[in-house]
């Protein structure tokens, strides 16, 4: 369970931007992490590096952000909004989760028991002056994303 210090936004950036290149088809990632802990951030280094050159907003409000960046279709989910986990389902999400799109998942415990395991989490932290990350993998897609990160 690798910790990473992030002093500041640009190493939140980096980070992202460390794990793009690793990315694949049907990997799901859910990001962990109170109001302004940097999930978005990150989810903006990983997206800049596979070069998407637009805006990246948090899908707070929408629910998901979609982009087609790369060889990949990627999602980017926000359930804090939810009050309910059957509200996943309501929502008409299960297809995206389905083995080829890349699914980022900002507050899963909002769709606790409705989304299909993640390969990897990461839980943001903040620890002023800055944030830790801590990348966990739970399955063998995970293991070889957090192998294939340069040490941080």
């Known amino acids: 369970m690798p910790t990473r210090p992030l002093p ?14 690793h990315l694949a088809p049907g990997l799901v990632v859910a990001l962990r992490g109170e109001l302004g802990a940097g999930k978005t951030t990150l989810v903006r280094g990983l997206l800049r590096a596979l ?27 926000d359930f804090y909004r ?11 999400f299960r297809d995206i989760f389905n083995g080829r799109n890349v699914c980022l998942i900002e507050w899963p415990e909002r769709a606790r028991g409705q989304l299909p395991p993640a390969d990897l989490e990461i839980a ?8 830790t990350a801590t990348l966990t993998a739970s399955s063998p897609a995970g293991e070889k994303l957090l192998a294939a990160l340069p040490p941080g």
Request: proline letters at 7%; hydrophobic letters at 40%.
């Open 82 to 92: 939810f009050h309910d986990p059957s509200e996943w389902i309501d929502a008409g």
């Open 8 to 21: 500041d936004e640009d190493a939140t950036l980096a980070l992202g931007a460390a794990l793009a290149p």
């Open 124 to 131: 943001l932290e903040i620890v002023e002056p800055g944030r």
């Open 51 to 77: 070069g998407h050159a637009g805006r990246v907003k948090s899908p707070t409000y929408t629910l998901v952000e979609v982009y087609e960046v790369s060889r990949l279709s990627l999602y980017h989910f």
